[in-house]
């Protein structure tokens, strides 16, 4: 199935509450963060991480608690942004750090804490990455806000290359001590989602290929490679067969889903 046809297909759900949205990204959820995870730390496993989402803990886990935290972050976060998604809110400099904070919390180290950096906030400190990847602390903030509002006031038909931009420049700037990479392929699928467009993962397989996409536009400001690169990762990410749920289990998540929301609702 070719990118164009995905996207189609996605389209066509016509997703309008959570538990439309719970159905069409029941498979996707635990694979995205997975492999999230996977490219930063290398202790991630699929195991843990099915674990923490179907069941909310890890039985007999012996690793270092911060994968632990770092998975249960991206659930606490997939949650977070469930309403925003449906509600289409834009972009902002606010939301970033409330992802930042959501992803990163209980993930800083010691070393990070005594100069000064918490989840949630901007860099106080200048983290030269790569190439010299990375602002100055001073900048951030105009940076970001600079950023918003370019993806916020493009109109066009092209979303993935207005994503992918969107990301590409995000993480140039650099703007966190730590967790930037996590946040920006969070908010890579925020603005598809927002923009009708099905969300994608980034294959921890494919990391090589990811960093040299970043590392082109770092040194030419050419994305047409990453434009690419984001379709090959949509294509694989919804035609997997994992990514497939069976008809019972449409049905199954349905009712839970349709429970969830019914239980959560106020009482008049």
């Not at 996409?213 to 990453?226: C, H, M």
Request: hydrophobic share 30%.
């Amino acid at each position: 199935m070719g990118y164009e046809s995905i996207v189609k297909e996605w389209q066509n759900r016509e997703i309008k509450d959570e538990a439309d949205l719970e159905i069409a990204l029941s498979n996707f959820r635990i694979l995205f963060a997975y492999n999230s995870n996977k490219i930063e730390n290398p202790e991630t496993t699929y195991h843990d991480t099915r674990e923490i989402f179907e069941n909310g803990k890890v039985k007999n886990y012996s690793g270092d608690l911060r994968t632990i935290f770092e998975i249960q972050n991206q659930k606490e976060c997939q949650r977070f942004l469930t309403d925003k998604i449906l509600k289409r809110e834009p972009v902002t400099g606010e939301l970033i750090r409330e992802i930042h904070q959501q992803l990163m919390k209980g993930c800083y180290d010691q070393n990070r804490y005594a100069k000064g950096e918490r989840p949630g906030q901007y860099k106080v400190h200048d983290y030269v990455v790569g190439d010299e990847v990375g602002i100055a602390p001073e900048d951030v903030a105009d940076e970001i806000e600079n950023l918003c509002k370019q993806v916020n006031e493009y109109t066009g038909d092209h979303v993935l290359t207005a994503a992918a931009y969107f990301h590409l420049s995000f993480e140039a700037i650099h703007p966190f001590a730590d967790g930037n990479g996590r946040v920006g392929r969070t908010l890579l699928n925020y603005y598809l989602m927002t923009h009708d467009h099905p969300p994608l993962i980034i294959y921890d397989e494919d990391k090589p290929t990811y960093y040299m996409a970043l590392a082109v536009f770092d040194k030419t400001g050419n994305i047409d490679g990453f434009v690419e690169f984001l379709k090959e990762q949509t294509a694989k990410t919804w035609t997997r067969k994992t990514m497939l749920p069976k008809l019972d289990e449409i049905e199954s998540l349905t009712k839970k889903s349709r429970k969830k929301i019914e239980d959560a609702s106020p009482k008049i």
